[in-house]
């Protein structure tokens, strides 16, 4: 009888140990990882986040969700970060071809950067650059 006992000891502990091992088993679908160099060179050309998503052959789910796993933040900020060298540096050549003597440059440089106009406001007036509206009656006096 006690022979009887053991085997169908075992035969509880292994169907025990099945029962664990499948809580284990991981469920939903893997995680896909992005290339991270190829996004911030990507990122340097300002693309929307479709196109990204496309270029490296992930959903737009999946870059949003990586960059806020990793950065917390979004992407359109990140975007930004990774454009803002850019920006610098475009400045800096155009700065350098106003003062090498490109007027159109020059003249570009003077209205976007230093807020200069080619005809300045009335700001002494008060009107806040408002319109008006101006109509004439010129009387006729009769002639043809």
């Known amino acids: 009888m006690s022979?009887?006992?053991?085997e169908k000891?075992?035969?509880?502990?292994?169907?025990?140990?099945?029962?664990v091992k499948s809580r284990y088993i991981p469920k939903g679908r893997p995680v896909i990882e992005i290339d991270w160099e190829k996004l911030n060179v990507i990122l340097?050309?300002?693309p929307t986040k479709d196109?990204?998503?496309?270029i490296l052959?992930?959903?737009?789910?999946?870059?949003?969700?990586?960059?806020?796993?990793?950065?917390d933040c979004t992407f359109q900020d990140y975007r930004a970060r990774k454009m803002a060298p850019v920006k610098i540096r475009l400045v800096k050549t155009a700065i350098e071809k106003a003062?090498?003597?490109d007027n159109t440059m020059l003249i570009f440089c003077l209205k976007n950067l230093c807020g200069w106009a080619d005809k300045p406001l009335d700001r002494a007036s008060g009107d806040g650059g408002a319109i008006a509206n101006l109509v004439l009656n010129i009387p006729t006096n009769n002639r043809e």
């Not at 022979?3 to 053991?6: A, Q």
């Not at 196109?51 to 496309?54: I, L």
């Open 57 to 71: 052959g992930v959903s737009e789910d999946t870059v949003e969700a990586r960059i806020r796993e990793k950065y």
């Open 9 to 19: 000891k075992s035969v509880k502990k292994s169907v025990k140990k099945k029962k």
């Open 44 to 46: 340097q050309f300002k």
């Open 99 to 101: 003062m090498r003597g």
């Open 51 to 54: 196109v990204v998503a496309d």
């Open 3 to 6: 022979k009887k006992k053991v």
